[in-house]
């Protein structure tokens, strides 16, 4: 079973558009994590839930919202795509409260803007 | 902000070989933890360092934590074309929340038969 997952693996779109990556964890775990990894392989985290409640949002332009209408899920919309935003972007989720934190990430969503 | 620094960006070595890949912060960290991310798939953590001058294996990987808990290595021994990958370090946040890891920029490393 697949712990952490994302759809759509790959997303090619337009300038301008809008567009929705989905996660899921069936790991039962409290705490997801948006994180995008630009072409030099730096991977920075974005947004962090728990328990469906926001607690780390990184200076990430407004054009990107978080979603979690559960602790098992996590999406994040993209309004008004830019070309500065292709990149991958992973899903994480974590155990709240476990020390160091281990996170377990999604295979990730190629996100091209053209 | 605390920044983690890992040496080198690239390395491409050849079967057989050893290496050491480096971490280091001049800023504490309460722990760190090595990840190891194959083309096209997420991160997997391979270990966590917790205790000052801690040294950790993992078969052919040895892992060690600075006494003054800002920097690691990551040694391996008799590298295969398998342990191909980007290597990334990270820690905890200061203020000691476990929720937000900060990482390094990680090194690609290359493994030829």
């Known amino acids: 079973d697949t712990a952490v997952s994302q759809t759509p693996k790959y997303l090619v779109t337009q300038m301008g558009n809008d567009k929705s990556i989905k996660c899921e964890q069936n790991?039962?775990?409290?705490?997801m994590y948006w994180y995008k990894q630009d072409s030099k392989k730096f991977l920075k985290i974005m947004f962090s839930?728990?328990?469906?409640?926001?607690?780390i949002n990184e200076t990430v332009p407004n054009r990107f919202s978080p979603k979690s209408p559960d602790k098992a899920h996590l999406n994040l919309h993209i309004n008004s795509l830019e070309l500065g935003d292709s990149a991958v972007y992973f899903c994480?989720?974590?155990?709240?409260?476990?020390?160091?934190?281990?996170?377990?990430f999604g295979p990730g969503t190629r996100l091209t803007v053209t | 902000t605390q920044l983690l620094e890992q040496s080198p960006q690239f390395l491409s070595i050849q079967e057989g070989e050893n290496l050491t890949v480096y971490c280091n912060s001049s800023?504490?960290?309460?722990?760190l933890q090595w990840y190891r991310q194959e083309p096209g798939e997420g991160p997997v953590l391979l270990v966590t360092v917790v205790t000052g001058g801690e040294v950790k294996k993992l078969k052919r990987l040895t892992f060690q934590f600075g006494d003054a808990r800002k920097d690691s290595s990551l040694h391996i021994t008799a590298a295969q074309p398998g342990d191909t990958g980007l290597y990334l370090c990270?820690?905890?946040?200061?203020?000691?929340?476990?929720?937000?890891?900060?990482f390094g920029k990680g090194t690609l490393l290359t493994v030829n038969p």
């Open positions: 790991l039962g775990h409290d705490t």
């Open positions: 994480a989720s974590s155990q709240a409260g476990t020390g160091g934190s281990k996170q377990y």
């Open positions: 800023s504490v960290f309460s722990s």
């Open positions: 839930y728990n328990n469906k409640e926001l607690i």
């Open positions: 990270a820690g905890p946040s200061s203020g000691g929340s476990n929720y937000k890891l900060t």
